[in-house]
């Protein structure tokens, strides 16, 4: 069964760029699925939906986040990253990552943890 | 954006009770819907995908039901720890979810 960690710095400076990683236990980036995303939830609201994005390249963004987020796999690492540049306040939230394992739809059913991520100088 | 309107936004209930919680599109989502429980605190869970497919290890005592722009998750019986915040995802036009409903002990 898989597991996905969250890493990264837990204080962003604003207008400097989010970076996490998702670290895959458990089975092969490559394998094991097909289908890995981004989720967020600023504190005491609800989730947001950032990115997904498919072994064979295709991705799919948030509209109102398009223009700032990368998301990329290493398979050499069994990690995948999530870049989110030009952060505000707005963007604290806890950050999650998740897959698909079980099941052939596009919906979530393995989650990190989640990483809480404050913007402040 | 597909909007998703949830309600109740809270809804309070006894253990033993049968709890039924909405979940409204803006459009037609066809049958690509599903529920997550989220716990304070903990990653939210999948119970149910394309509106009434159970996932993996989730008791039968959740059940979802509906297509197009109404949908329906029903608790027939509440265990103490089904006390939680409930979230509607849509996967028909990117990805969205709903606002939540918190299901709290009456």
């Known amino acids: 069964q898989l597991q996905l960690q969250e890493s990264g710095p837990g204080l962003v400076k604003p207008s400097e760029t989010l970076s996490l990683t998702c670290g895959v236990s458990g089975g092969s980036i490559s394998s094991s699925s097909d289908y890995w995303g981004w989720i967020r939830q600023p504190p005491g609201k609800g989730l947001e939906w950032i990115v997904s994005t498919y072994n064979s390249g295709s991705t799919y963004y948030n509209a109102s986040l398009k223009s700032r987020v990368t998301i990329t796999l290493d398979t050499s690492k069994n990690v995948f990253s999530l870049k989110l540049n030009s952060v505000t306040a707005a963007d604290t939230a806890v950050y999650y990552c998740a897959t698909r394992q079980y099941i052939q739809s596009n919906y979530f059913d393995h989650w990190g943890q989640g990483i809480l991520v404050t913007v402040s100088t | 954006e597909t909007v998703l309107t949830q309600s109740p936004a809270t809804l309070s209930l006894s253990p033993g009770e049968r709890a039924t919680l909405s979940c409204r599109a803006s459009e037609n989502v066809k049958n690509y819907l599903a529920w997550y429980q989220q716990i304070p605190g903990q990653a939210p869970r999948l119970l149910i995908y394309?509106?009434?497919n159970r996932a993996t290890g989730v008791p039968a005592r959740f059940s979802g039901s509906g297509s197009g722009t109404d949908f329906t998750l029903t608790i027939s019986s509440l265990e103490p720890e089904d006390f939680a915040i409930y979230y509607c995802q849509q996967r028909e036009n990117w990805i969205t979810f709903g606002q939540g409903t918190r299901l709290e002990i009456k």
């Open positions: 394309d509106a009434s």
